[in-house]
């Protein structure tokens, strides 16, 4: 059984500090940057708008740092996928989840990672995905991969089965999910 679709470059979301290094520079400390320059900006507007309607100073530092965070956010988001895509990385990539007797697969078009079901500790949910999770890290599936509830309860079934007990017990919400909501061969429940 295998589930098929395309991730995005940092949907995943977890870096380490020397990828961090390496993919972006100086610009790793770019927050810094931003928080010095608010805060400057703060003093600034406070004082401005003091001298020109006195008492209001905070108002306009209030202002500022509204605007000032909502410019941040919005150039935060781009400095991820811009370092990964200079370096030829494309925007998807399509991946195929593929269970096997051995483990579950992650196959994509540059790399294929085999997860032992004994090396795994727990399947989760995540935030519009299933985690599972392993030694010192965890594999992301995104339920928008599935076609429908049957479909993702059928391979989560399949994948609960070849857990071993502990991983099992830790995985109470697939548990869940598969004994009231799907029989025997991932049929629904009358």
């Not at 001298?51 to 400095?79: E, K, N, S």
């Not at 007797?101 to 294929?112: C, H, I, K, P, R």
């Not at 990672?113 to 010192?136: K, N």
Request: some cysteine; glycine content about 10%.
């Amino acid at each position: 059984m295998e589930i098929a679709g395309e991730i995005g470059i940092f949907e995943n979301q977890k870096a380490c500090g020397p990828l961090r290094k390496h993919l972006f520079g100086a610009k790793r400390y770019a927050q810094w940057w931003f928080v010095g320059a608010m805060l400057a900006g703060d003093i600034l507007v406070s004082t401005l708008m003091d001298m020109a309607v006195p008492g209001y100073g905070w108002f306009a530092m209030m202002l500022f740092t509204a605007v000032a965070l909502f410019f941040w956010i919005r150039y935060a988001r781009t400095l991820g996928p811009k370092a990964w895509m200079a370096r030829g990385v494309p925007a998807v990539s399509p991946i195929t989840y593929r269970i096997e007797e051995a483990g579950l697969v992650l196959d994509s078009q540059t790399s294929m990672t085999r997860v032992a079901w004994s090396g795994m500790s727990q399947i989760a949910p995540g935030h519009e995905a299933w985690l599972f999770i392993g030694p010192g890290q965890a594999w992301f599936l995104p339920t928008r991969f599935f076609a429908d509830r049957q479909q993702e309860r059928a391979f989560l079934a399949a994948c609960f089965d070849k857990l071993g007990p502990e991983a099992k017990a830790r995985s109470a919400e697939v548990a869940a999910l598969v004994a009231t909501e799907a029989g025997p061969w991932g049929v629904a429940r009358p």
